[in-house]
């Protein structure tokens, strides 16, 4: 079932045909407009937005061909599915070019119909997200871009809408490379701070001495080498925020530095006497376990609680398939563009590998990895030879690692008619209703499997 109606019209001159498509079709959750001619079919497209049409090839006066011309015209983002009765190859490949989706021989079965239309509406959603990601890229953006519609990302991005216009501290949590700046930019650009400075800084890139130097400055003549007085960036970034990355790394005695400028608003450069006020927002972020960390005395607590007011929990890449085919279409049109390249999609092998693959590097290593596919072809569209080793050959290794073969899709087909029968002690007319196909097509199966 969908969830957002999606509407289809059905063009089919046939009544039962067309009636049956109906029905199939409402019962998935689609909004769906009927009608048995092609002239009214238009008139429908100049009037309502559709997103797929499903129409008969083969109908009189004005034929399917010309309905799939007209609908391009009219609607070029709605896709397109062809039925008919009078199956060529000449005809599917005519229509095929003519911008169809994809082509229905009858007689079909009603998985086919459900099947090929989810598809279809996938298409198109993806195609429309691309081009919105694309224009997205076109003009300056103030506002970090997070790509998803996956449950724990809609949470999050409700999160940051509540609790950017406070100041209060936000912990973020999450594997590396699971977007924690950008969550952190995105709070930043949504606060009152937004027209002030965001600085980044590393907690696990210096060492002690140096944090220091970094974070409060110092004063001419501090140590050897000071020979002018130097601000921090905790200065620099007054009336700003400071996203103090990988805060799990810092040092003990730095964390009770940092513990006073937070409790004070102010901060001492190194080498300095006079205290200066500071007023900035900071959002900190680990991909380690902190709780823990403080039990086992690495991470001072005062300091876990003074930061961890708010919680934002990252969720690894493999915990939000869903969200992978528009992160690398958004990847996608960023590196296309910036390589001055054409390629516009990934094709549907590509797209499986990519949904299957593990992420162990999360969002970083998706985008490593379309940045390395745009690199390599010089085609329209991204195909397995563009990807990595591992990831062309997971398919293989997922085979290879499985201690049992796994049936193929018609095995599995015979085994389940097999098993609907005997439910149904033979009868094969419960059977085909109890499958929700015709009697025709479970006769044809029953025969093509030798059951």
Not at 6 to 20: A, F, G, P, T, Y
């Amino acid at each position: 079932m969908t969830t957002d109606t999606q509407s289809i019209l059905v063009v089919e001159d046939e009544d039962i045909s067309r009636k049956n498509l109906t029905h199939i079709l409402k019962k998935e959750g689609y909004g769906v407009i009927s009608t048995h001619n092609g002239s009214k079919a238009i008139d429908l497209l100049k009037k309502n937005h559709f997103d797929l049409v499903l129409t008969d090839l083969k109908m009189s006066n004005v034929d399917g061909m010309q309905v799939l011309l007209k609908s391009k015209e009219l609607q070029p983002h709605t896709e397109v599915i062809m039925i008919t009765g009078y199956a060529t190859i000449d005809t599917a490949v005519k229509a095929m070019k003519e911008g169809a989706y994809h082509y229905i021989s009858k007689p079909y079965s009603i998985d086919e119909v459900r099947k090929i239309v989810r598809e279809g509406l996938l298409k198109r959603a993806l195609l429309l997200e691309n081009i919105k990601l694309k224009e997205m890229l076109k003009a300056p953006q103030d506002m970090p871009e997070i790509v998803g519609k996956s449950e724990p990302i809609r949470a999050i991005k409700e999160t940051i809408q509540q609790i950017a216009p406070s100041d209060i501290n936000v912990l973020i949590l999450g594997e590396s490379g699971t977007g924690k700046e950008l969550v952190a930019k995105a709070i930043h650009q949504k606060s009152s701070r937004s027209k002030n400075k965001f600085i980044g800084f590393n907690c696990g890139s210096f060492t002690e001495t140096l944090m220091a130097n970094e974070l409060f400055g110092h004063e001419k003549g501090a140590f050897t080498g000071a020979v002018k007085e130097k601000a921090g960036l905790l200065e620099i970034a007054n009336n700003g925020t400071v996203f103090m990355d990988e805060i799990g790394d810092m040092p003990l005695t730095m964390q009770v530095k940092m513990l006073r400028v937070i409790q004070e608003r102010e901060i001492l450069r190194v080498g300095g006497t006079k205290a200066i006020p500071v007023d900035v927002r900071f959002i900190a972020a680990t991909h380690r376990d902190l709780e823990s960390d403080v039990k086992e005395g690495y991470f001072r607590q005062d300091l876990f609680y003074r930061l961890n007011v708010i919680t934002i929990k990252l969720p690894a890449l493999a915990e939000r398939i869903a969200d992978i085919p528009l992160l690398a279409h958004f990847f996608l049109a960023e590196k296309s563009r910036s390589m001055q390249k054409q390629i516009q999609d990934i094709d549907r092998e590509a797209m499986d590998l990519l949904v299957k693959y593990s992420w162990p590097g999360n969002i970083r290593e998706l985008e490593n990895i379309i940045e390395r596919a745009v690199a390599l072809e010089n085609g329209k569209s991204i195909t397995v030879a563009d990807l990595p080793d591992d990831i062309m050959n997971l398919s293989i290794e997922t085979y290879r690692s499985s201690s049992t073969r796994i049936p193929t899709l018609m095995e599995q087909e015979k085994q389940y008619i097999q098993w609907i029968l005997e439910k149904c002690n033979g009868n094969k007319t419960q059977a085909s209703k109890m499958m929700d196909i015709d009697r025709v097509s479970l006769w044809r199966k029953i025969k093509r499997f030798g059951l």
